[in-house]
């Protein structure tokens, strides 16, 4: 009887163990994802509605993914945003696909990175005619994939 004693004692603070470090995790988790907490930095990505030189304003629409649904926002720059294609707010457009990493503040959020997709203006790479190469020169499909030229005679 002694030893079965101690095996429920066991089980017993094992499950007291278990359920306490559950409670403790789940408090932890709650705390670390609650939304509109102050001096969090957030992302977007989205399409400029407007942009404003004189108040340093952009206004952005993007999907919210918690709701499904199109909203807008509008972040400030200050002089320590930093910019990637492009040199400052006014080369940014309507309409242009941006990426922002921003402070969200109580009362206002503040762009610390704004980066523009100039994806639509990238070049082709250049291409040359199959008459141009040597016989037998390998044939570059993509920078990842090259395919041997296999003329049979």
Known sequence: MGHARKIVLALGIAALVFSASQAAFCQEADTAQQPGAQDETQWIWGEVVTVDGDKGEISV??????????????????????YENVKS?????????VSIDYLALADKNIAQNISVDKTDEIEPPETVASEELPQGAPVVISEDLMVEDQKTE
């Open 89 to 97: 707010l006014a080369e940014i457009n309507h309409q242009d696909a």
């Open 61 to 82: 629409t993007y999907l919210d993914y918690d709701t499904d649904e199109e909203k807008q926002i509008i972040i400030r720059v200050d002089e320590n945003t930093k």
